[in-house]
């Protein structure tokens, strides 16, 4: 056998070594939970919401105004063949009602969705970076805070925010009977 042939026997039984190998070596550890964040703005505030809560995030779609039995509520919208509740997600958390927003996140949980001012991007978090919120951030609609970077942002719990909808539907006058 040549010196060449040699060689290439030899780096054939290596590579066959290392795939026999790394089917005996254990499983490499997972790595780290991660969050995915959608950052946003109420007005001036920065909060963000999580992804896996969400269904889609729309823009400028055509909100219907209606009568307000919940103050909260902006109107409707009709997306994909189904109307939806709009909500102001910055009057549920008790800041001032926006003038004009541009966006709508669509929960994923139950047919409704929120609106918000300003979509400021995505951010992927260790769970680490993710702390409880400490005090009565928004009557329990925030119960974390993403940290990790210049401008922590308070976590909107998108589930308590639709409990309290539901909340506020029921506790709302009924409309006026037509004659």
């Known amino acids: 056998?040549?010196?060449?042939?040699?060689?290439?026997?030899?780096?054939?039984?290596?590579?066959?070594?290392?795939?026999?190998?790394?089917?005996?070596?254990?499983?490499?550890?997972?790595?780290?939970?991660?969050?995915?964040?959608?950052?946003?703005?109420?007005?001036?505030?920065?909060?963000?919401?999580?992804?896996?809560?969400?269904?889609?995030?729309?823009?400028?779609?055509?909100?219907?105004?209606?009568?307000?039995?919940?103050?909260?509520?902006?109107?409707?919208?009709?997306?994909?063949?189904?109307?939806?509740?709009?909500?102001?997600?910055?009057?549920?958390?008790?800041?001032?009602?926006?003038?004009?927003?541009?966006?709508l996140a669509v929960a994923a949980a139950r047919p409704a969705a929120f609106a918000f001012t300003n979509l400021q991007g995505r951010r992927r978090l260790a769970a680490a970076d993710i702390v409880p919120q400490a005090g009565e951030a928004a009557a329990g609609l925030v119960r974390e805070l993403a940290g990790g970077a210049a401008i922590p942002r308070p976590i909107v719990h998108l589930p308590s925010v639709l409990d309290a909808v539901a909340r506020l539907a029921a506790a709302a006058p009924p409309p006026p009977k037509e004659r």
């Not at 089917?23 to 946003?40: N, Q």
């Not at 969400?54 to 109307?83: F, H, K, N, Q």
Request: aromatic share 6%; proline share 13%; glycine share 4%.
């Open 1 to 103: 056998m040549s010196e060449h042939g040699a060689a290439l026997f030899d780096r054939a039984a290596a590579l066959r070594l290392a795939f026999d190998r790394a089917f005996a070596e254990p499983y490499p550890p997972d790595p780290p939970a991660r969050t995915e964040l959608l950052e946003i703005a109420l007005g001036s505030a920065p909060y963000a919401l999580r992804l896996d809560e969400l269904a889609r995030v729309v823009a400028d779609p055509p909100v219907v105004t209606m009568p307000e039995p919940v103050a909260a509520l902006a109107g409707i919208v009709a997306l994909s063949g189904a109307i939806l509740p709009v909500y102001d997600l910055a009057v549920l958390l008790g800041r001032p009602r926006q003038a004009k927003p541009r966006w």
